[in-house]
Every structure is written in C-alpha cells, then in structure tokens.
C-alpha cells in the first residue's frame, strides 16, 4: 500500500445537518475569516493548551486485510467548530483532499482556550466511506473497505531544537530554558519577555544591532493556534536575512508548498516539501548565508546572494540565488552587510534561542 491515500474530512459547524455533500477541492485554505462563537476568533499562544485540542498530528497503524503498514493524519482547525482531517497511508508533505461536509458531534467547554474536544466526522474518498472519530489524544478511522487507522496524537521535536551555541557563535537571543532573555542586541526592547526564555511578537519589527555578511544561523519559533486566520493571516512573521531577504515564518501546516508560506523564500522559492509542524510546537530553522558579491565599483553585481535552509531538520532550500529584495521587483541597493530582521506582521508568534555563526 505504498499509494498515498488522502482524505480531508471536514466537521460542519451546524449539528442537525442530514444532508451529505462531497466535493473534490485542494487543500487551500481560502483568503476569508470566519466569526467563531461570540463573534471574538480563537487566538492561543499558550503552547500547554495544545494538550486539550484535537488539532495536531497522529501517527500508528493503517491495516487493510492482511496487510498493516504506518499511518499517518493532520487534523486542521479551521475555526468556528470546523476541522479538516487528513489521513495517509504514509508521511506526505503535500496530500490531495477530498473534503467533505458532514454532521459533527462534539463535545465542547469554551474557557480562555478549546479543549477537551471530541469530534466525529464522516464522508467519501476513492469510493470509500470513511467514518472518523478523535477523542483524547486518539485518531480512529474505519473505511467501507475494510481498512482502519488507529492513530496516536504525537508532538513532534526538530532534531535541533535547543541547540547550543558553539563558543565562537553571536548569540542574538540567549536561551535558558525557564529564564527569561533580554533584548539588549535587538533595536525594539518593547517585545514581552516571556517566562520560557522565549519572547513574544508586539509593537514592531525588531533587528540586531550587529550587521553581518556571511553565516549560519539558527532559530527557533513557534506559531500561535488561529484557526479562524486565513492566509497570511494565521501565524505569520518572517526572519530577515540583511533586513533584505526573507524566509516565511506562518503556520502553514497541511498545505501545499509555496514561496509564501512556512520555509518559503518569500518571492523567490517555495519549500522542495512542507516540513512545518503544528501550530503550539516550537519548529527550527538552520540557515546558511551568502551575501552577495559585487564589482570593483561596488555597485555591479558579480554573483547573487544564496541561502540555504533546513526546517525541522529537513533540507527545503538549497542554495537559492537572490539577486533583489524580497520586497522588490528589480534589483537595486542590496547591501555588503545587514541586520537579522524579526517581522511583526501582527500575530502573536515566538521565537527563542538565536544565534550565528560568522564565515
């Protein structure tokens, strides 16, 4: 069973609905924001709330007669009580959907954050009827054929998530692991300081102080649950390298790749797969940079800028050449030297532990 099989269940907000429709679309989500309850949308930053929500990633079994194999599914808030669910017979960074529009039951207690949710969905894929239900950390699927996913809800940890910095290294944002930072190498000392060492986007972008030419550099972020967000609307900030070129930060997970989304070189190059976790876990990005080179007259250039980029600890960008901005259309300024950029595009994102390593 190496076929991907992908099914994208969505759970209708309205319980009492008989009528079953399926519909084949991509899993894009469109450019709208839909009220939840009370007409206030869903932000949480908190990433212990994470535990008492269904959105998230389940791996396990998938079993079709006799054979049995890894399964695999996402479950996408989509805000107002609605769910995309994703199920595959192996890890895939980009599935196609089917989604369909069923009756949910669910259980719900609104406090300062969803949890204890329970949903139950179901509804067509490949000519199979599948019925789903997630409840307390765990995925169940059974399809008409015969085939079954038992899944477990797993919390996924970059291989280099916390990595120290080596003596030689700038550090940029010290991480101590509950001990709040500072901002004294950043230009805007008004971001929070959070109690996890982490600090909090607000009020502005931030840049070092120091500039720098060549390097690799690592950082760590983590994207706020905004179910009801919708594209760059969910999630979204961005790490610049020079203050001139920049690598998507969003949450973007379970979507296809593209320039503009999570590890994508804004403008420029979209992500060779989608390695971006949920929403409330802390993600990596190690990223080598090479500035660009110019003539004698210090205006022509020679050769482009290049990065590099490994999210998750998986390789998404591999020496992309850079000859503008990301925010511009033609060449024209690029510098010898820059600041790391941090950008407030006004979601509640957080980044720790940043440091580089000059070449």
């Given amino acids: ?72 599914a996402r479950v996408i808030g989509l805000g107002n009580k609605n769910y995309e669910i994703q199920l595959n017979t192996a890890p895939s960074t980009a599935p196609k959907a089917v989604r369909v529009t069923v009756e949910r039951r669910a259980n719900w207690l609104m406090r300062k954050f969803m949890k204890d949710e329970n949903v139950e969905a179901s509804g067509m894929a490949d000519g199979t009827r599948w019925v789903c239900r997630v409840a307390h950390d765990r995925l169940s699927a059974r399809g008409s054929n015969g085939a079954t996913f038992d899944l477990m809800k797993n919390v996924p940890h970059s291989p280099s998530e916390g990595f120290q910095p080596p003596a030689v290294a ?74 001139w070129y920049e690598v998507q930060v969003l949450d973007s997970f379970g979507l296809a790749p593209k320039d503009n989304e999570c590890g994508g070189i804004y403008s420029f190059s979209a992500p060779r797969v989608n390695a971006c976790y949920p929403p409330l876990v802390w993600q990596t990005y190690d990223i080598d940079f090479r500035a660009m080179r110019f003539e004698d007259d210090g205006k022509t250039m020679k050769e482009p800028a290049t ?45 720790r532990n940043i440091w580089l390593v000059e070449k």
């Avoid at 590099?308 to 960008?317: A, E, K, L, R, T």
């Avoid at 511009?328 to 300024?333: E, F, I, Q, V």
């Fill in 1 to 72: 069973m190496k076929r991907m099989l992908a099914v994208a269940i969505l759970a209708a907000m309205a319980v009492g609905c008989s009528t079953v429709q399926t519909r084949v679309v991509r899993p894009v989500r469109q450019n709208i924001i839909r009220p939840i309850t009370q007409g206030r949308p869903v932000v949480i930053t908190e990433p212990a709330a994470a535990s008492g929500l269904v959105m998230g990633q389940y791996y396990g079994n998938y079993t079709v007669g006799e054979t049995r194999g890894l399964g695999e």
């Fill in 170 to 243: 700038v550090v940029l944002l010290r991480y101590t692991p509950g001990q709040p930072t500072t901002l004294g190498d950043w230009t805007n000392p008004n971001w929070p300081l959070l109690p996890d060492g982490s600090v909090h986007v607000r009020g502005g972008d931030n840049k070092s102080r120091q500039r720098f030419r060549d390097y690799h550099m690592h950082v760590e972020f983590m994207t706020p649950y905004m179910p009801s967000g919708r594209g760059q609307e969910r999630g979204n900030s961005g790490v610049y390298m020079q203050d």
């Fill in 307 to 351: 990065v590099s980029v490994v999210h998750n600890g998986v390789p998404i960008q591999q020496a992309v050449k850079m000859n503008r901005s990301t925010e511009r259309s033609k060449p024209g300024g690029e510098p010898r030297v820059g600041p790391i950029r941090l950008q407030d595009h006004g979601n509640p994102v957080r980044y």
